[in-house]
């Protein structure tokens, strides 16, 4: 089984979006179920998003969201 498609906008405030994506992952990947984020690179992703208040670290030219990184690299 697969969710497709997730992931929360880039208004939403950045401990928001962790505490409840660290929620997700932990009930999905608990019950055998797949994540994909919406995008990889973009208003919902972790790259370039353009959230106000993530402090963000350069990578090759873009603006990584190391904290979103390291917490979807804990559900791999």
Known sequence: MHCGEG????????KVVLAWLRDVLEILTSNGIGLALWNFRGSFGILDSGRKDV????????????????????FK
Not at 7 to 14: A, F, I, L, Q, V
Not at 58 to 68: A, E, I, Q, S, Y
Request: glycine residues 8%.
């Open 55 to 74: 402090q963000y670290e350069d990578f090759h030219g873009h603006k990584l969201d190391r904290k979103l990184l390291n917490l979807l690299q804990e």
């Open 7 to 14: 992931g929360t906008y880039n208004r939403t405030p950045h």
